[in-house]
């Protein structure tokens, strides 16, 4: 099938604050999609417009919002659209709107890029460490340790959701496809009770092509969210190991700010940026010798991992979830056990001394992104995805 002229609705809830990837993920898609051809209109709400203390209201709008609902089967009749492409229907959107589609027709695509419908916080993770405590099961867990927010109200009304729709069969009766950016992703979606056959995994892709870059800055860049579960103590004790050798370059902003504020002041070698432009984001990975991913959670992709490959940076990942998947040790970097200070700051010091083998693996980088992450690929799997949406809508 062509891409040119297909109809297709794009429902998206942004987060606060926005620009996270999967913001940025749906936003690339839209624009691919239109360049392609497709005629692709929006419907988006944000997070900004949730109280700071939301009330019993937007939970039960988390469940169903008769909201969207409406806005969607009149968007979607007006229209004329031959596929709702839901790129995040939490909180706000809910999944309510697949039923909107449902009832007008529609083939419905749904992107799953967190772990929603088996986890309460989207995350796998808790208190420190990988949990799956609901992962094919009621989660009463989640409400019991208040894992949404640190609330029980709002863990309530998540977990409400995810109960009220399997009990509706809304993943089996409202959805056509599933799309998510990994392989190990489709494995931990499919033991909470999707159906398998229905998850296609398409990963996000690097648009416009920043083309390789020498990488002869000679530092570390990390990039991406500072939070726990994206490895940041463990970077920061791997970085006091390391005392001064090699300088690490931080972008990102997050609750652990003030944690690499201090790093900064306090411990040579650590250079503190903020918040960054994405220019100037692929700029840095250009510049730098390697970009290092310590993450301690599952991820559902490395977006991080996929740009340092478009600069043909190589990636020094832990060795888990799909950044595993993504990263080819000895070809385009290297794996370290998670939460590992020592062997991450050990692998650094080894990679950075051996520029043969960082010139041969910046090659086998940039190759990775030609062959996996580059826009053509991507509108390839999306015309597949849609056609087999609607040929799955048209067979009920």
Request: a positive charge; glycine letters at 6%; aromatic letters at 6%.
């Given at each position: 099938m062509s891409?040119?002229?297909?109809?297709?609705?794009?429902?998206?809830?942004?987060?606060?604050?926005?620009?996270?990837?999967?913001?940025?993920?749906?936003?690339?898609?839209?624009?691919?999609?239109r360049q392609a051809g497709a005629e692709v209109e929006t419907y988006e709400v944000s997070n900004e417009a949730i109280p700071d203390r939301p009330g019993v209201r937007y939970g039960v709008r988390t469940v169903w919002s008769t909201?969207?609902?409406?806005?969607?089967?009149?968007?979607?009749r007006a229209g004329r659209h031959r596929v709702l492409h839901v790129q995040n229907f939490?909180?706000?959107?809910?999944?309510?709107?697949?039923?909107?589609?449902?009832?007008?027709?529609?083939?419905?695509?749904?992107?799953?890029?967190?772990?929603?419908?088996?986890?309460?916080?989207?995350?796998?993770?808790?208190?420190?460490?990988?949990?799956?405590?609901c992962l094919g099961r009621l989660p009463l867990p989640a409400v019991r340790h208040r894992c949404y927010r640190e609330s029980l109200l709002a863990?309530?009304?998540?977990?409400?959701?995810?109960?009220?729709?399997?009990?509706?069969?809304?993943?089996?009766?409202?959805?056509?496809?599933?799309?998510?950016?990994?392989?190990?992703?489709?494995?931990?979606?499919?033991?909470?009770?999707l159906d398998a056959s229905r998850i296609l995994v398409k990963p996000n892709f690097v648009h416009p092509d920043p083309g390789p870059r020498r990488g002869e800055g000679g530092f570390?860049?990390?990039?991406?969210?500072?939070?726990?579960?994206?490895?940041?103590?463990?970077?920061?004790?791997?970085?006091?190991?390391?005392?001064?050798?090699?300088?690490?370059?931080?972008v990102g902003a997050g609750?652990?700010?003030?944690?690499?504020?201090?790093?900064?002041?306090?411990?040579?070698?650590?250079?503190?940026r903020g918040q960054a432009e994405p220019s100037?984001?692929?700029?840095?990975?250009?510049?730098?010798a390697l970009v290092v991913v310590p993450s301690v959670w599952y991820e559902t992709f490395g977006r991080v991992v996929a740009e340092a490959f478009a600069v043909g940076t190589p990636v020094v990942a832990s060795n888990i979830g799909p950044l595993a998947e993504m990263v080819e040790p000895g070809r385009n970097g290297a794996l370290v056990p998670p939460g590992d200070p020592g062997a991450l700051a050990a692998?650094?010091?080894?990679?950075?001394a051996d520029p043969d083998s960082l010139a041969t693996m910046r090659e086998g980088a940039r190759r990775t992104y030609e062959a996996y992450y580059t826009a053509g690929r991507n509108l390839e799997l999306l015309e597949a995805i849609y056609a087999t949406a609607m040929e799955r809508s048209r067979v009920g």
């Open positions: 891409l040119r002229g297909l109809r297709i609705l794009m429902c998206h809830n942004r987060y606060r604050p926005p620009a996270g990837g999967e913001d940025l993920s749906a936003s690339a898609e839209v624009a691919l999609l909201e969207s609902y409406r806005e969607v089967r009149r968007r979607l939490f909180p706000l959107l809910s999944p309510a709107v697949f039923w909107a589609a449902r009832q007008e027709g529609v083939a419905v695509v749904a992107a799953l890029r967190n772990y929603r419908l088996a986890c309460v916080n989207g995350l796998l993770y808790r208190d420190g460490r990988i949990c799956e405590d863990s309530s009304a998540v977990a409400g959701m995810i109960i009220s729709h399997r009990v509706l069969r809304t993943w089996q009766r409202a959805v056509d496809v599933f799309v998510t950016p990994s392989q190990f992703a489709r494995r931990k979606l499919a033991q909470a009770g570390v860049v990390y990039a991406g969210r500072l939070s726990p579960e994206k490895g940041i103590r463990t970077l920061l004790d791997a970085w006091r190991a390391l005392d001064g050798a090699v300088r690490l370059v931080v609750p652990l700010q003030s944690e690499i504020q201090r790093a900064a002041r306090e411990l040579p070698g650590i250079e503190f100037e984001v692929l700029r840095l990975m250009g510049e730098a692998t650094v010091r080894e990679l950075l």
